[in-house]
């Protein structure tokens, strides 16, 4: 009976441990704020998914669902998945290409603010404010030093840990760029986090500057994230 016991404990855990709780604080709250949900929209905007609320007080609840919550049974309500190295914001394709994993993958964004039946704002989870602008308009707004973060679904639990490097050519100049990767990605809905270490200056003429060392790990609890909100 113990043993039974134990093992049932086991199998508990490892459900649980399948569902992923974050908490941040908002940078720029609205003043009397009603508490929001937190949603994506991985199978259209007629279809959100609930990942957690934002409280009147600005606190940021993240509870993410299990991975059944991004699969419908209607047919024209799908999950759009590609091979995973398309899910990374940064990759090696064709030089140096390292192993990927066979798991299917996607990002999915924006972070969505939903109210009242109405889309209300984006959150910008990162480092420096900075980078929100950046991630808005990567052709015309630099990027600074610093860390955002990226919600990406994958059908089956992954490990990818390695490093490779690669040539990216901007009309006649070349950025020389390398990636360190550390994650463990579970079965659905994962935070992973995007840290910029070094940075390739280029002609403004031609293109703002590009990220050219960049790492990828999971989210760790300590990890010191701005949320900064983008209200419509």
């Known amino acids: 009976m113990k043993q039974q016991l134990l093992t049932f404990l086991g199998l508990l855990l490892c459900i649980l441990g399948y569902t992923q709780t974050l908490t941040g604080k908002l940078e720029n709250p609205l003043q009397n704020m009603p508490e929001m949900d937190i949603v994506l929209w991985p199978l259209g905007m007629d279809s ?12 940021l609840e993240f509870n993410f669902p299990q991975k059944e919550a991004f699969h419908s049974t209607d047919e024209d309500k799908q999950i759009i998945v590609n091979d995973f190295k398309h899910a990374l914001r940064f990759n090696c394709i064709g030089q140096g290409e390292p192993e990927y994993p066979n798991a299917m993958a996607t990002i999915i964004s924006p972070i969505s603010l939903w109210y009242k ?17 950046w991630m808005e308009d990567e052709a015309y707004n630099n990027p600074v030093e ?9 059908d089956e639990a992954t490990t990818f840990k390695t490093d490779c490097s690669t040539t990216l050519q901007f009309s006649e100049e070349t950025v020389n760029a390398s990636y360190h990767y550390q ?33 990828v790990k999971n989210v760790k609890a300590e990890d010191a994230i701005k949320w900064i909100a983008k209200y419509f």
Do not use: C, Q, W
């Not at 959100?48 to 934002?54: E, P």
């Not at 610093?146 to 994958?154: A, H, I, L, R, S």
């Not at 910029?196 to 050219?212: G, L």
């Open 48 to 59: 959100a998914v609930t990942i957690g609320k934002l409280t009147a007080n600005g606190t």
């Open 117 to 133: 039946e109405r889309y209300v704002g984006v959150l910008f989870p990162v480092t420096d404010e900075a980078l929100m602008h």
């Open 146 to 154: 610093g860390t955002f973060y990226d919600m990406v679904y994958v």
């Open 183 to 215: 994650l463990n990605l579970e079965a659905g809905l994962n935070f992973i986090a995007y840290t910029i270490e070094d940075i390739h200056k280029m002609n403004s003429k031609v293109t703002s500057n590009k990220p050219s060392k960049v790492v």
